[in-house]
């Protein structure tokens, strides 16, 4: 299993949104999103909120398919763990999926559905106030403050999961 943690600690994801104007970055220390220069010019709130949450939603699927990946890579010939570890990962999975994270900061709102979809939303005005540059940190914040978030929900799903606790304290 350390070769399979060693592998995720290496692995990085870019992506970027249909139309060039937003990259994101995934790995080991969370979400970076990168604004391209242009990209206040030719959006609105509304369609670079759409071409953000894009490009991070990508890159999130991409990272759940290469953590499936390296999984199998690493995994080999073992056999599969009993059926009622087996069970209890499937229940995890399924309660996890089901979490909404929100978080806010400055201009910029993200909800983090499961592991898969993060959506970003951007205030009235934000287009022409701030700066590409401000406008990411403010995005990769808010993303960040979800995913915090959200890695300690599921850590209390894995404790009630599997030690029957009922979370942490």
């Excluded at 030719?42 to 999984?71: D, F």
């Excluded at 309660?95 to 993060?118: D, S």
Aim: aromatic share 2%; glycine share 8%.
């Amino acid at each position: 299993m350390s070769e399979y943690i060693e592998r995720i600690k290496r692995a990085v994801i870019t992506t970027t949104s249909p139309d060039g104007s937003v990259k994101a970055k995934l790995d080991r220390t969370g979400v970076s999103v990168v604004l391209a220069p242009t990209a206040m010019n030719r959006h609105n709130e509304k369609t670079l909120a759409e071409q953000i949450t894009k490009a991070v939603t990508a890159g999130r699927q991409g990272a759940g398919q290469a953590k499936n990946m390296i999984l199998e890579r690493t995994r080999g010939d073992r056999p599969d763990p009993d059926p009622e570890l087996r069970k209890k990962w499937r229940d995890l999975d399924q309660a996890t999926e089901g979490l909404v994270c929100t978080a806010r900061c400055g201009q910029v709102e993200a909800t983090r559905t499961g592991t898969g979809k993060t959506e970003v939303r951007l205030r009235p005005r934000t287009v022409g106030y701030l700066d590409p540059d401000q406008l990411a940190d403010q995005v990769n914040e808010a993303i960040a403050t979800t995913d915090r978030e959200f890695i300690e929900r599921v850590l209390d799903l894995r404790m009630s999961t599997f030690l029957g606790t009922g979370g942490r304290s």
